[in-house]
């Protein structure tokens, strides 16, 4: 993959912790700064993905009335096959 410059400004206190984290870890600042993003990036899927699944069983009844259950929906596929 291509690597892009990006430039940030940062109080000191915040770029020493960024150095000493990527010290003990035995990896660049660059590649810690890139790791903190991609593990945000991860959170924010993980964090969507819950809030579907939740907004789902919140509202599970209201579109198994209006669209059906998936039980109904594959017994209905399977009827219109054998007509």
């Given at each position: 993959?291509?690597?892009?410059?990006?430039?940030?400004?940062?109080?000191?206190?915040?770029?020493?912790?960024?150095?000493?984290?990527?010290?003990?870890?035995?990896?660049s600042?660059?590649?810690?700064?890139?790791?903190?993003?991609?593990?945000?990036?991860?959170?924010?899927?993980?964090?969507?993905?819950?809030?579907a699944?939740?907004?789902?069983?919140?509202?599970?009844?209201?579109?198994?009335?209006?669209?059906?259950t998936?039980?109904?929906?594959?017994?209905?596929?399977?009827?219109e096959?054998?007509?």
């Amino acid at each position: 993959m291509a690597k892009t410059q990006l430039n940030v400004r940062v109080d000191e206190a915040t770029a020493e912790t960024a150095r000493e984290r990527a010290s003990q870890r035995g990896i660049s600042v660059n590649r810690y700064i890139e790791e903190l993003v991609q593990r945000d990036e991860g959170e924010n899927g993980r964090a969507f993905v819950q809030a579907a699944a939740d907004f789902m069983r919140r509202y599970e009844e209201v579109f198994a009335e209006e669209f059906g259950t998936r039980e109904e929906t594959r017994e209905e596929t399977r009827g219109e096959g054998t007509r």
